[in-house]
């Protein structure tokens, strides 16, 4: 079983639609969670972070944790075809000092 | 603006040369990492470093090697390059278990 999984895609949504993208992972004592944008050749980039149960929101971005079902997922509201890139989910587990980096999942919007 | 850098965006190398990858950050981190990105396959780590002068083998170390001789630059080494480490190498730093930034990264083709 992989530390990280995630749906690889494609994921197509139309413009201005809610785009749910979802990952789970495999050490229950993971403690930080992280989602990553990634442009067709460029490197990732960080959109979120998450600690706590719940959700956090930040502007068009909602991450969702749930550590009891180690599940956590991001979604993306009145999504743009600037969003159009693969969304790398990276936990932090205890203990360890990398992270451990999901596959990835495409995400495509069509205009 | 905090920044990873890496010195060449783009290399062309041939079979058994010595590569030399440098990344350098100033946000003072101590953690630095070395990845690479296949199609396919990911975020696969190749080493790390928690301290000046330490190292850890990451995931695929073959064929690779490391120094980190300053807490700002972490070198990745290809002691004799061969056709297969034709990639795009992602150099990132953290501190303690926060999120990692990346580098612009390098993409390597050995011919």
């Known amino acids: 079983q992989k530390e990280v999984e995630q749906n690889s895609g494609p994921l197509s949504v139309p413009e201005g639609a809610i785009a749910s993208l979802n990952c789970t992972y495999s050490d229950r004592g993971s403690q930080s969670f992280f989602w990553y944008r990634q442009y067709s050749g460029k490197s990732p980039e960080l959109i979120m972070f998450?600690?706590?149960?719940g959700d956090k929101e930040d502007g068009r971005f909602t991450a969702q944790l749930n550590k009891a079902s180690q599940y956590v997922s991001l979604l993306i509201r009145d999504s743009q075809p600037s969003d159009s890139a693969t969304y790398l989910c990276?936990?932090?587990?205890?203990?360890?000092?990398?992270?451990?980096f999901g596959t990835g999942t495409r995400l495509t919007v069509i205009p | 603006d905090v920044k990873v850098t890496q010195s060449s965006r783009y290399l062309v190398k041939r079979t058994g040369e010595k590569v030399f990858l440098e990344c350098v950050q100033d946000m003072d981190h101590e953690n630095m990492f070395w990845y690479r990105q296949d199609p396919g396959l990911g975020l696969r780590l190749i080493y790390f470093?928690?301290?000046?002068?330490?190292?850890e083998k990451g995931d695929i170390p073959e064929g690779y090697s490391v120094s980190r001789e300053k807490k700002e630059r972490f070198s990745l080494i290809l002691e004799s390059a061969s056709t297969n480490q034709t990639s795009m190498y992602l150099c990132?730093?953290?501190?303690?278990?926060?999120?990692?930034?990346f580098g612009s990264g390098t993409r390597l083709t050995v011919v």
């Open positions: 990276a936990v932090h587990q205890t203990g360890a000092n990398n992270l451990f």
């Open positions: 470093s928690y301290d000046v002068k330490m190292k």
């Open positions: 990132a730093s953290s501190k303690e278990s926060n999120g990692y930034t």
């Open positions: 998450i600690y706590s149960n």
